[in-house]
């Protein structure tokens, strides 16, 4: 096992096949990727507004990492060890955008000091930090998708349980993975309901492995996490109703796949036992929301 660095000098604004890599690596291998916040670093004072585009793109991701002997058909376990957060990151509001877009007229950013496991600004409220990861995902065999898309192959899924002690299972669609990691949150409530959370820059561990297929029982070809306690479908669309039906029927395959249930078992314990929630929820309709199924490693077989 050999042990990596990989800088924030390192980043891309797609998952594209067709970029060099920036790094390779063997199975097993671990890396510590440093990653840029949702904007790259160019919002450092409370005056720094959202009110024009980024002049690159957003949600850099560090990478892209060449997995050698990753093979289109296999799955990538990306293991999450540590995230260690910059001293501070920022929170904002954009006029007339996110889940209450209607009641925002203005812009507004608040430079958020991170301290002890603590974030806040000015003295007027506190909260605790949750480090986790908001895009992670590999580059797919057609077109390149930006880094702001969530999709099968992971991306920018917002999904609080991508935190460390997390694996997460993407697939691999062309030779070598073309992993790319970052908009690490300091901290993000379910739903990121302004379209943005803690954004803050970061260094993650991680460790990588490649398993054959098909994977983890009840892995369809779509990312999946697992955490200390829990599995984790996941699940995207335009419409929230669509999201959350991915993500339950997600939820109801594992069951059966692990549990050798029927589809009723597996659905009727699902309705008693699995939670289904939603990961970001900001302007439905427009970006879409991602979901999740929550699956308690508790249930029994």
């Known amino acids: 096992m050999t042990r990596h660095l990989l800088t924030r000098d390192h980043i891309t604004y797609a998952l594209d096949r067709a970029l060099a890599p920036a790094l390779e690596v063997d199975p097993g291998d671990e890396v510590v990727l440093e990653t840029w916040d949702a904007r790259t670093g160019t919002i450092r004072l409370d005056g ?26 296999m799955v990538l376990a990306v ?20 889940l209450l877009a209607h009641l925002a007229p203005d812009y ?12 806040g600004w000015g003295g007027k409220v506190r909260f605790p930090v949750r480090p986790m990861v908001g895009v992670i995902g590999t580059a797919p065999a057609a077109a390149p998708l930006s880094t702001g898309l969530p999709g099968v192959h992971g991306g920018n899924m917002d999904n609080r349980m991508v935190a460390p002690g997390a694996t997460v299972y993407l697939p691999v ?9 970052g908009d690490v949150h300091g901290a993000m409530g379910d739903g990121e309901i302004t379209f943005l959370a803690l954004e803050i820059c970061a260094r993650v561990h991680i460790r990588i492995d490649v398993l054959p297929p098909p994977g983890p029982a009840g892995y369809r070809g779509r990312a999946l996490v697992e955490t200390p306690t829990a599995w984790v479908t996941t699940a995207e669309d335009l419409d929230m109703a669509a999201a959350v039906r991915q993500a339950a029927d997600e939820a109801v395959f594992l069951l059966q796949q692990r549990l050798g249930l029927s589809f009723a078992e597996a659905y009727m314990l699902a309705s008693a ?3 289904v929630q939603i990961c970001q929820c900001c302007q439905p309709g427009v970006f879409p929301v991602t979901a999740r199924g929550v699956v308690s490693k508790a249930i029994d077989g």
């Open 79 to 98: 293991h999450l060890i540590s995230i260690e957060l910059a001293p501070e990151g920022f929170i904002a509001v954009k006029a007339g955008q996110g």
């Open 48 to 73: 720094d507004l959202l009110d024009h585009p980024h002049p690159v793109g957003t949600n850099p991701a560090t990478g892209p990492i060449q997995v050698r002997g990753a093979d289109p058909g």
């Open 108 to 119: 507004a950013t608040r430079i958020v000091a991170v301290r002890d496991g603590w974030a």
């Open 273 to 275: 036992a699995v939670d």
């Open 173 to 181: 669609a062309v030779p070598g993975a073309g992993l790319g990691l």
